[in-house]
């Protein structure tokens, strides 16, 4: 069975192996089923399917070494599953950092506005109004935004750095905002403020 991936947005990838100008094994997805190279059949050995939080795009990627444990990571998401936000999250774990990123736009918003707006136009035939939702909804829910990461400090004591994302035109980068300090502590610190005013007022300690 040949390898395929359907993302956030619904879109399905399906993977192809190719060749680079030395002649090694190149892995890549794409949307067209008759994309170029071959199709694979089995997951190759050593990789992993990634999508990326920001734009949902699909990558195979060599696997790495894990610094975040499963507890901390499902620490996080479960933290950000508690927020009644009406923006989304995601959690990515990648190296010595997990990020969370945020929906660039109000999906729930958009939904509620676009099925009123779409129970004013005429249907075509067969076509069903939740389904018309679901698939807008999937889209818009596509994009997302680093806003908040933990980065690991000490891998016997685990103690971790705190960093939020700076949109200020020129100085767009990641900025300090506390630690080291201890994995829960730090975490149900910022988290919560996530999607608030007092999110992008949080003093640099």
């Known amino acids: 069975m040949a390898v395929d991936y359907t993302n956030r947005a619904g ?38 399917v990634y999508e990326h939080p920001e734009n949902a795009q699909v990558f195979l990627r060599k696997k790495r070494p894990r610094l975040i444990t499963d ?27 997990i990020t969370i990123y945020e929906s660039t736009i109000d999906p729930d918003y958009f939904e509620s506005s676009f099925a009123g707006l779409l129970s004013q136009l005429p249907h075509f035939s067969g076509q069903k109004t939740g389904d018309a939702i679901a698939a807008a909804g999937r889209f818009v829910d596509k994009n997302y935004s680093a806003v908040l ?40 610190k910022y988290v919560p403020l996530l999607g608030t005013d007092d999110f992008y007022e949080a003093p640099y300690f």
Not at 30 to 38: F, L, T
Not at 177 to 186: E, H, N, Q, T, V
């Open 149 to 188: 990461r933990f980065s690991l400090q000490d891998k016997v004591t685990r103690t971790f750095y705190a960093e939020r994302f700076c949109f200020r035109g020129s100085i767009d980068d990641w900025r300090y905002l506390a630690g080291p300090d201890k994995f829960a502590s730090i975490v149900t």
């Open 71 to 97: 507890i901390e990571e499902q620490f996080v998401k479960k933290q950000v599953a508690s927020l009644q936000r009406s923006r989304r999250y995601l959690v990515d774990c990648k190296d010595e950092k």
């Open 11 to 48: 879109q399905i990838y399906h993977l192809f192996e190719g060749k680079t100008p030395t002649g090694k094994p190149r892995y890549f997805f794409s949307s067209r089923e008759n994309g170029k190279g071959v199709r694979v059949e089995k997951m190759p050995e050593g990789y992993e």
